[in-house]
């Protein structure tokens, strides 16, 4: 890894806001996902949750977003499934909604963990994260259509709590746990390496300060090995 990667890589990270995130709602096309996930990054959001309409779709789809390299997508066939996942981790639940309850977006306070529920396009968010959110939010809207694309407004609301995030110094300090940092140094500067860890079984190594590998001999043997070769030692 050069210097100038290991620097961007680092950089990026620095920024990661692990307690705010978006959730997807019956997912069904991989590209609508594949958008979501483009401008979490953009905005410095680490992970993504993606409710499939069906396990079959969860994984022909699942994986296709799982090649995105710098964000964790979390696949779920329940929404109940996905929301008590986040409650778990301390998020305000706020879902897109035009009820009479729902709120303009940007008078939500989104310096706390947060979690936005995106509903379907077509039919809007289900009844069980309705009932589960604790916010209805709604984009103000003064033209003919009463919504937007659902990855258009995912950005709308994102770039919000960006704003108000930036405002309160919460990009300013470095907030992704050492694992995880570690993870995405190994697999963004080494790639080939984690994906011959990956296929052979091997737990990721080191990265040094300097952006290099540090791991055991015996890890360097095994590397060299194929496949085949592998399986049969394992074995």
């Given at each position: 890894m050069t210097p100038e990667r290991?620097?961007?890589?680092n950089a990026m990270l620095d920024k990661r806001q692990p307690d705010l995130t978006v959730c997807m709602e019956g997912v069904h096309k991989s590209h609508n996902l594949a958008a979501v996930?483009?401008?979490?990054?953009a905005v410095g959001v680490s992970d993504v949750h993606a409710i499939w309409k069906s396990d079959e779709m969860e994984v022909r789809g699942g994986s296709a977003a799982g090649s995105q390299n710098w964000i964790d997508v979390h696949n779920y066939t329940t929404t109940k499934a996905a929301i008590d996942e986040l409650k778990k981790q301390g998020m305000q639940i706020l879902v897109t909604n035009l009820s009479d309850s729902a709120v303009d977006f940007r008078e939500i306070d989104y310096t706390k963990p947060t979690a936005i529920i995106l509903g379907q396009e077509k039919f809007g968010a289900s009844d069980v994260a309705l009932a589960m959110a604790d916010q209805d939010i709604?984009?103000?809207?003064?033209?003919?259509?009463q919504s937007l694309n659902v990855s258009v407004a995912s950005s709308v609301v994102l770039y919000e709590a960006q704003r108000q995030r930036q405002i309160a110094g919460m990009y300013d300090t470095a907030r992704i746990d050492d694992n995880r940092r570690q993870r995405f140094l190994f697999e963004g500067g080494h790639p080939i390496f984690a994906e011959a860890c990956k296929r052979k079984g091997l737990p990721y190594p080191v990265i040094d300060e300097e952006g290099q590998i540090i791991a055991s001999e015996p890890w360097w043997e095994q590397m060299q090995m194929t496949q085949a070769a592998w399986k049969a030692l394992d074995n």
């Open positions: 290991l620097k961007r890589i996930v483009r401008t979490a990054d709604v984009i103000p809207m003064v033209g003919m259509v």
